[in-house]
C-alpha cells in the first residue's frame, strides 16, 4: 500500500489537476511493469463491470449529439454498447501485454576514468492529450500512458463528456483498489476550453502533449502551446506508378490503400503515374477504383484515358479526401512526381510502384515523409501492422518521435553514471 | 558537380532564406559522409586562411562593445585572435572527423507479409539556432549541422555581428568551392529582430530549432516558438553528501564540481549534507571550498560548523550562481534532500556522494534530471566527456534529446518498408 498516496489538497482549478498529475507521475514512474500489467487488467475489469453505467452515460451524449445536429458518421464514432466496451476492455489487456519500455538502457560504456554511464529509458512523467469525440481514445491514452510509467491528463471532446467522465470515474477508481493513487489518471474536461488552456500552457507540469483530430485542432494546439507538442498530423498520401510498375501490384496497392479504410490518413489521396505507363495503367486502374465506387479527380491526360473522370482543379493535389475520391495525375517523370509530393505532401506516407532498383531506392531516399514505400500499400502505416500493438497517434513532425508512435515514443530517457569518487580533470 | 544548385530568387526577407535553407537541406542530405567531412576540411582551411578578415571584424565588435560598455567577461567570450581562429579551425576539423549519423539503422524487421521495414536515421532537414555573443557557437553549430546533414539558418548575437557575418561568408564561400550549395549556411543576422521572429515562426521550414543563451533568451524562444524547440537549460546543479560518503570523495567532487569551472552550467550550486554526515563532513568540505575562493552560503546548522559562512535565503536555494559562490543545507534525511531538489532542481545534473548502495541507486532511480551520478564530479555532463565529441548544448527537456547533444540528436528517423506488391488485409 506504500503507493498510494493521498491528495491533501482542494481541487477546483485545472492547475491543482496538473500539480496532483505530476506528484502521481512520481509514483507511476516506479511501478514494476507486473504491478502496471495489474493495475491495467483491474481498470479493463472494471470496464465490463461498469458496463451499463458507461452506456447510459454514453446515450446522454448521443441524445444530446443528435439535438445538436451532429452528422451521422461523428455520432457512429461516439456510439458505445455492449460489444464496444468489450472491446475496450480488450484493447486495455492488450497494452498490458505489451513490453514495458521504462528501464531499457538504450546506450552506455565505461569512460576511460571508471564511471559507468548508461541512458535508461524513463517515463516522460506527466502526457497531455487533447483529443476530439470518440471515447475509446479517453481508454487508450490512458492505458498506453499507465503502461509506460506516466500520469495522464485528458482532455476530450465536448460531445463525449458523459461518457469520458464515466470512463475516467471507472479508471480511477480501479487504481485506487489497486493501491495505486488515482491522480495518476486526471480529465480537465470539467473546465471547458480553460482545461486545454492550462494544458497547452503547463510548463514544468506537462512534459508532453499529444493532440489527435482535425487539422485546425491539430494547428491551435501547436501554435498555442508552450510545452512540448508531437504533432500527430493529416495524410495527404500519394502513390507513384512508374513505368516499370505491373499492373497486377499497381492496381492492388490502389485499391487496397484508397478503398479499405477511406477514412484514415494512410489511406491514399493521389496518384501520380509516370508518362511512360499512362497508356498501360492509368485506365485499368481506374476501372478498378471505379468498380468500388471510387470517384476520380483527374487532370487532363487521365481523362482522355478514362470514362467518367471529374476535372481535378489545384485543390485537389491538396485535399486529403477522406472519402471514395481520389485525385490522378501523369506525370513526366521521377523527377516531376517528386516535385508534386515536396509541394503537395503532408510528409506521412507515400509509396512507389516499381520493379526498376534504381527508382525505388531513389524514392526511398528523396522522399521527406514518416514512412516511405516501395511496391507496399500505404494502409501498412500503423501502429499495429508495424508490430508496436496500440498506437497512440501517427507523428508527422521530425522531433523525438516519426511515424506510428507506440510505447517507447511515451518515454524520455536520462544518463546515469556510477563512479567512485571520480573528478573531472 | 551536380549537388550544385544554384539560386535563382532574389532574396530580400528573412523567410526568403528559409526557402533557400530548405532546398538545400536536399543537397545536403544526400552528401555522403566523404564528401561531408571534405567539406568540413575546407572550411576549417578557409577559417585559417581568412584568420586576418575574421579578426578585423571582430575587432569592429569589440571596439562597438566597449563602446556600449558590456562587461569584460563578454568581451573575452566575443575576442577572436590567432589562437582562437586556430581553435576554432581545429574544431571544425575534430567535427569533420566524428562518426556520421546520417543512415544508421535504428531497428527494422521483416513483417509477417515479407515487406522488409526499418527505421533510418536521417537528417532534420533545417536546424535553426538563436544564441548570443560567442562567434564560435557560430562555427560550431554550422560544422556540427553539415556534419549530420542538415542546413542551418543562424541567428547571433548583435554584439558580435561583424564577426557572424565574416564567418559565416568564409565557410559559404567554402562551400561553394567544394560544389556544394552554399545557402546550406544561413544567417538570419542581418533581419535584426525578424530573423529571429522568422526563425521562432518558421513551420514547415524549420525542422528544430535550438535556442542557447541566458535564461531569458531561452524562455523567450520556448515561449513564442511554433516550430519545435529542444530547450537547453540553465544548471542548479546539486550535490548531497550521504551519512555514508567518505570524506575524499566529498570534498574531492564538490570542490571539482565548484571551482573547476564555475561559470558553466554543470558546475555545483547547492550542496545538501545529511544530519548524520554533518558533524563530520561540514568543516573539512567548507574549509576545502573556502581554500579555494568558495564564498559559502550556508543554513543555520552550517553556519555553527563552520566560520565565515553567509546565511543562505530562499533565494540561494533557487539560484544558478555560475560563480564562486555554493549553498549549502543541511538536510533530516535522503527524502529531505529528494525533496529539496524536486523543488529548485533545473533538471540538469545532481549527484550524490554514498558508499551506501541502497541510497546511491535510490538517488539515481527517484531524481527526475538529465543526468543523475552517485560518486561522481557533476561537470562530467558534457558531449566530451561522454564521449560525443563536440556538444550541440545540453538539453534539459524530455522530447527527443535530454541531457548532452551530439550529432545523432540532430537528427530524425524515418521509416522504409521494401515489399512486392503486398496489401493490407
Redesign the interface.
Known amino acids: 500500500m506504500s503507493i498510494v498516496e493521498t491528495a491533501e489538497v482542494a481541487v477546483d482549478t485545472p492547475q491543482d489537476r496538473l500539480r496532483l498529475a505530476k506528484d502521481a507521475a512520481?509514483v507511476t514512474?516506479?511501478l514494476t511493469s507486473g504491478e502496471k500489467a495489474d493495475a491495467l487488467h483491474a481498470i479493463a475489469d472494471a470496464l465490463l463491470a461498469h458496463g451499463d453505467e458507461i452506456i447510459a452515460a454514453n446515450a446522454d451524449d448521443l441524445a444530446r449529439g443528435e439535438r445538436d445536429g451532429i452528422g451521422a458518421g461523428l455520432l457512429d464514432r461516439l456510439r458505445l454498447d455492449t460489444p464496444r466496451v468489450a472491446a475496450l476492455a480488450e484493447a486495455v489487456r492488450q497494452i498490458a501485454a505489451l513490453p514495458d519500455p521504462v528501464g531499457e538502457i538504450v546506450r552506455g560504456?565505461r569512460?576511460p576514468n571508471g564511471?559507468n554511464?548508461e541512458?535508461v529509458r524513463?517515463p516522460?512523467?506527466v502526457v497531455g492529450a487533447i483529443y476530439e469525440a470518440r471515447p475509446n481514445v479517453t481508454v487508450d491514452i490512458a492505458a498506453l500512458a499507465l503502461r509506460s510509467g506516466n500520469a495522464v491528463v485528458l482532455r476530450g471532446g465536448s460531445a463525449a463528456l458523459s461518457s469520458n467522465t464515466v470512463l475516467v470515474g471507472v479508471m480511477r477508481d480501479a487504481l485506487e483498489a489497486q493501491g495505486i493513487v488515482p491522480d495518476a489518471i486526471q480529465s480537465v474536461d470539467a473546465f471547458g476550453r480553460d482545461g486545454a488552456k492550462a494544458l497547452m500552457h503547463g510548463?514544468g507540469f506537462v512534459?508532453?502533449l499529444v493532440p489527435r483530430g482535425s487539422a485546425s485542432l491539430i494547428e491551435t494546439v501547436?501554435?498555442e502551446s508552450?510545452v512540448?507538442?508531437?504533432e500527430t498530423g493529416a495524410g495527404n498520401v500519394h502513390i507513384v506508378l512508374d513505368d516499370s510498375a505491373?499492373e497486377?501490384?499497381a492496381r492492388?496497392?490502389v485499391?487496397?490503400?484508397k478503398v479499405?479504410r477511406p477514412s484514415v490518413c494512410n489511406a491514399a489521396e493521389t496518384v501520380l503515374v509516370l508518362r511512360g505507363a499512362a497508356e498501360r495503367l492509368v485506365a485499368p486502374v481506374a476501372s478498378a477504383l471505379q468498380a468500388q465506387g471510387v470517384t476520380i479527380h483527374g487532370d487532363e491526360t487521365v481523362r482522355t484515358l478514362v470514362e467518367g473522370v471529374e476535372p481535378a482543379t489545384e485543390d485537389d493535389w491538396a485535399t486529403e479526401y477522406l472519402t471514395l475520391d481520389i485525385a490522378m495525375r501523369v506525370v513526366d517523370s521521377l523527377d516531376d512526381a517528386l516535385e508534386h509530393i515536396r509541394r503537395y505532401s503532408t510528409g506521412h506516407t507515400e509509396s512507389i510502384v516499381t520493379t526498376d532498383v534504381r527508382n525505388?531506392e531513389r524514392f526511398?531516399?528523396?522522399v521527406?515523409?514518416?514512412?516511405?514505400?516501395?511496391?507496399?500499400?500505404t494502409?501498412?502505416?500503423d501502429g499495429s501492422?508495424?508490430?508496436f500493438g496500440a498506437e497512440v497517434g501517427i507523428s508527422t513532425?521530425?522531433?523525438?518521435a516519426?511515424?506510428p508512435m507506440g510505447l517507447p515514443e511515451l518515454t524520455?530517457?536520462?544518463?546515469?553514471?556510477?563512479?567512485?569518487?571520480?573528478?573531472?580533470v
Open positions: 512520481r514512474a516506479r560504456h569512460m564511471v554511464l541512458q524513463v516522460f512523467g510548463r512534459d508532453v501547436v501554435t508552450t512540448p507538442v508531437i505491373p497486377e501490384w492492388d496497392i485499391v487496397n490503400a479499405q525505388a526511398l531516399a528523396e521527406d515523409s514518416a514512412v516511405v514505400l516501395a511496391n507496399a500499400s494502409r501498412f502505416t501492422e508495424f508490430g513532425q521530425k522531433l523525438h516519426r511515424g524520455s530517457t536520462k544518463w546515469l553514471g556510477r563512479g567512485s569518487g571520480q573528478v573531472r
